[in-house]
């Protein structure tokens, strides 16, 4: 930003037009130039100004990727406004090549009667710590619910989760904080494909039907061409294993609210959606997915660009923020680092899987059966017992938890101060037979994490691990 | 005008996602540890300054192919399009085609007979694409004719900077990497 500003390769006329708070961007960016930069980033100031200017050279069609998995530190709101206060420089908002407006597919709801309720409600108080919870966020992720498990923390103390299709035990940080709330509560049902950990947490269990063997709710996302798709089965369910519908219709008719479910199964539910919408169901059923009409996605096709401010400027300067106490501008704050001798841990995916319990699919773990963890070569040499490539390794963290054994991938590609591991393997589920055991479990080795204070998204990049050969002792 | 089947392979639109790799083994119900293509990731520089280079790479069904010379029993051969092929019922397993090839695309199949890529020439037949180049989601993956100059493939090589892999063999490789 320094070096786009400084060398006025912004986009003048945009900002001029849809934005507020430039003046006091530029004096914030000011003394945070490439030399600045060079010390925390190890890119050389000449690489970061070539890059600007590339950057600078293609806008507005130059997307600041907003990545996936962005709470790293705790402070991650401001990062990601940094990001987006990038691309609001290039122009790039609701223009072409840029971020562009989406729109979805107008749906009509199961046709209802009076007095049903036919869209989600405003959560209730109850629902939210005492003390408010967090300021721009209305809703506590998926921590927020140990959180509300803990005796007192909510309005009410939660005693049951059903918990569907989510592995919790390994898709929240610290671990050892979910086992704890799953101790206060007394009662626990996983709706699952797989026997996931959590299953194994479970009172009762149920088995989902996959994806290919059910019928599901009619999907119309946020798209540049707005569509309908419609789930339906390929082959019959497997097993004892029932389809989510069957799952909710049974529970509810077993609780007395079998009014609530008038529909046979999950294809009558989705035909009578399709009928109220207007939408010929054997056409859909027969191709899988309808288009709607194309919309107008950005400034250059007539649409406005998608800004939600309320007074629909992109505020550079937050006066918002400010006044609920925090940075009106992104600064940035150097993450604490390690005990000497570790490295920080990150984790992220690999194409090839998309979730965790895709490495118990045997096709996909065929090419990537298991994760290693990158360690950078320079910084491979110099361990005390150096490591090669494809050595077994042990990762032990700042708490002393230790995962492994797991390959070593020495690599340029990462820094020296840090490892990498994709996540979603170390899996210790008995029922994932072939998953189990496989490769170094991030969330294991996730015992503590920073909760950023606008939003409440738990930071993870804060873990450090020490790595021993494998097979020393414990 | 005879068929020159050949494959542009994008390295700069691959995301190494191996599904290439996933489609390939469905299609051709390969055996466990057996595949006919697979993905290269290869890295030059040092950090931070670095680039890299993805590739999904298989059989390059070479017009001047070693694995041809060296099968002593005719076993591997050329068929329709150019396409390198192994006929299983005359192939012993005795591994000559898997040493003179430079790219490791062949291997020995669970059932005795060395196995490698066809271009899915049971579906160029019926006038499909190979099972890899239908499912890449980036679209990565371009298989035609060359001898069509008005080909997908043709028209990409005249327009793209390419490679082929280990020229110096002399092999005259039909897979091509977009650079």
């Known amino acids: 930003m320094n070096v786009i500003l400084e060398e006025k390769r912004y986009d003048q006329e945009y900002v001029a037009r849809h934005a507020v708070g430039l003046e006091e961007l530029r004096a914030h960016v000011a003394g945070k130039t490439p030399e600045w930069a060079w010390p925390v980033t190890g890119i050389r100031p000449e690489l ?3 890059t600007a200017r590339f950057i600078a050279s293609a806008r507005p069609a130059s997307l600041i990727h907003p990545g996936r998995h962005v709470t790293w530190y705790g402070d991650d709101t401001q990062r990601s406004r940094a990001m987006a206060i990038l691309a609001a420089l290039l122009g790039s908002w609701g223009r072409r090549g840029g971020y562009l407006a989406t729109d979805r597919m107008a749906l009509a709801a199961y046709p209802a009667k009076p007095g049903w309720l036919t869209a989600h409600q405003a959560r209730p108080a109850a629902d939210k710590p005492r003390q408010g919870g967090y300021p721009v966020a209305d809703e506590v992720l998926a921590s927020g619910l140990c959180d509300a498990t803990k005796p007192g923390f909510a ?14 035990i390994t898709t929240l940080p610290a671990p050892q ?4 709330a799953i101790q206060n509560l007394d009662f626990l049902v996983a709706i699952d494909v797989l026997p996931a950990e959590i299953c194994g947490w479970a009172d009762v269990v149920l088995p989902e039907c996959t994806y290919l063997e ?4 009619l999907a119309a996302p946020a798209w540049k061409t707005p569509f309908v798709a419609v789930r339906q089965p390929a082959v019959e369910p497997m097993y004892d294993s029932r389809p989510g519908w069957w799952i909710a219709k049974e529970l509810g008719s077993r609780v007395g609210l079998a009014d609530w479910f008038p529909w046979k199964d999950g294809r009558e539910f989705v035909d009578a959606r399709l009928r109220a919408s207007g939408i010929d169901a054997a056409v859909l059923r027969q191709k899988g997915a309808l288009a709607g009409k194309r919309i107008a996605t ?9 800004i939600s401010t309320d007074d629909g400027k992109i505020h550079l300067f937050s006066a918002e923020l400010q006044k609920l106490g925090f940075d009106p501008i992104p600064s940035f704050y150097p993450p604490e680092e390690g005990p000497p001798g570790t490295f920080r841990l990150l984790m992220g995916r690999a194409p090839t899987h998309t979730f965790g319990r895709t490495a118990n699919n045997r096709l996909l773990a065929e090419p990537f059966p298991e994760n290693q963890v990158w360690v950078n070569a320079d910084a491979a040499r110099a361990l005390p017992v150096p490591v090669r490539n494809g050595d077994l390794v042990m990762l032990v963290n700042q708490d002393g938890v230790r995962q492994g054994p797991v390959r070593a991938k020495v690599t340029e590609r990462i820094r020296g101060d840090c490892v990498y591991l994709v996540h979603g393997f170390g899996h210790t589920a008995r029922g994932l037979r072939f998953a189990r055991g496989r490769g170094a479990s991030t969330s294991a080795l996730t015992t503590r994490y920073k909760v950023d204070p606008i939003m409440g998204g738990t930071g993870m990049n804060v873990n450090f691990v020490r790595i021993e050969p494998a097979g020393s002792p414990a | 005008m005879k068929k020159r089947y050949a494959m542009a392979v994008d390295t700069r639109r691959c995301v190494g996602c191996s599904a290439c790799v996933i489609s390939c083994k469905t299609e051709n119900r390969l055996p466990a540890g057996g595949f006919r293509d697979w993905v290269v990731q290869e890295t030059r520089g040092t950090f931070p300054a670095l680039s890299m280079e993805i590739r999904s790479e298989r059989c390059n069904h070479c017009s001047s192919a070693p694995c041809i010379d060296a099968c002593p029993t005719g076993a591997s051969h050329l068929a329709e399009g150019g396409v390198v092929m192994v006929n299983p019922a005359k192939c012993t397993g005795c591994k000559a085609c898997i040493a003179s090839c430079a790219y490791g695309a062949r291997y020995v199949h669970a059932e005795g007979h060395v196995d490698k890529c066809t271009f899915c020439l049971h579906r160029v037949r019926k006038g499909r694409s190979p099972a890899c180049v239908e499912t890449c989601p980036t679209r990565s993956l371009t298989f035609g004719d060359l ?7 043709s028209r990409l090589l005249r327009s793209r900077r390419f490679e082929v892999l280990r020229p110096e063999t002399g092999n005259r490789p039909n897979v091509f990497f977009l650079t």
Request: a negative charge; aromatic letters at 8%.
């Open chain 1, 177 to 180: 904080e979910t086992a704890k």
């Open chain 2, 147 to 153: 001898a069509d100059a008005e080909s997908a493939v």
């Open chain 1, 48 to 50: 970061i100004r070539e």
């Open chain 1, 155 to 168: 309005l009410y103390d939660m005693k049951a989760w059903i918990v569907y299709g989510t592995n919790l």
């Open chain 1, 214 to 217: 059910r019928d599901d709710d």
């Open chain 1, 298 to 306: 950005c400034e250059e096709e007539g649409a406005a660009p998608p």
